[in-house]
């Protein structure tokens, strides 16, 4: 085979490559594929196979067994891995609250994740940030300095420059930055009060978090407050008031549950989809922060978002306060 910058194959264009099976070489296109470019894997190159981005003799060939014989040319355009596109502008939707020189606060959707990774390597915040404010491309992360979970919505602050985003970073640090939540939890909670556990990784399952003999556990602070029960598909609900100190994954989802009181819908911690509830019920409804310009504070409020006022209207709410 002609092995890259040998003759047989043109770099005119940095995203096709062209060969010549050379004489004595019969094998399936992926094969000859794989020696040819050792530098991408075979399920990388079967998948640009599949997808339509090689031609033999000419002709697009989708099948990676498509045989191929000395003599053919082959010509195969190369595609970013997805880990390259992460950080590539895309027109996401989302609502912009406020913004300023140094900061921008927008209302996150539920179902949006904001930071590229396995399995959502595009279509993330961060793409559209890029995508709808250009300059961020010179900020570390698009200026993202924390994030909320796929499913929960709310407020979100997003910096402008890097001096804004390391002062922004600082006061989270700090525990100066003040975030507010509202909740519907399963159970009625009739107190309320603070939870400190650390937070770690599930031993027994990667994609939770735990307090109860976690991986790397790190300092967590969540503080509670009931505002009002019902029952939402005969099952008892509270409609709960969570303030942050700290930001660990899953923060709150976690710490409800060890109380017993998992969030509505969040299925991996052990709450049930209750009435038209169809993700876990959390609303980051209030952000108040330090301008790293001005030194004023600045807050915003954010509404629950349509679907989770729908289950909320859904709830028999106990019209008796004297438990509060």
Known sequence: MTPPGEPGLDDDESDERQFVVPEGVSDR??????????????????????SGHVQVDGKVVS???????????????EQLAPEQQAFLPEPIDFPVVAESPAWIVIAKPAGLVVHPGAGNWGGTLLNGLLHRFPELAQVARAGIVHRLDKDTSGLL?????????????????????GREYVALAHGWLTEQGSVTQ???RDPRAPIRMSVDRPIAPKPAITHFKPVRHGL??????????????TGRTHQIRVHMASLQHALVADTIYGGRALGP????????????????????????????????????????????DGAW
């Open 29 to 50: 296109l992926d094969k000859i594929l794989a020696g040819l470019l050792p530098e991408h894997s075979r399920a990388r190159l079967q998948g640009w196979i599949e």
């Open 63 to 77: 099948s990676v067994r498509q045989r191929v014989m000395a003599g053919m040319k082959l010509l195969v355009r």
């Open 157 to 177: 602050m997003v910096a402008r420059t890097e001096t804004a985003q390391t002062a922004l970073v600082r006061q989270l640090q700090a525990r100066t930055v």
């Open 198 to 200: 650390p937070i770690g």
């Open 232 to 245: 939402l598909d005969g099952v008892r609900v509270t409609e709960v008031v969570c303030r942050l100190e």
């Open 277 to 320: 509830a169809t993700r876990q019920m959390l609303h980051a409804r209030a952000l108040r922060f330090e301008d790293p310009v001005s030194g004023e504070s600045v807050s915003f409020e954010s509404p629950v978002p349509p679907d989770m006022a729908a289950v909320f209207a859904a709830v028999d709410w106990d019209t008796d």
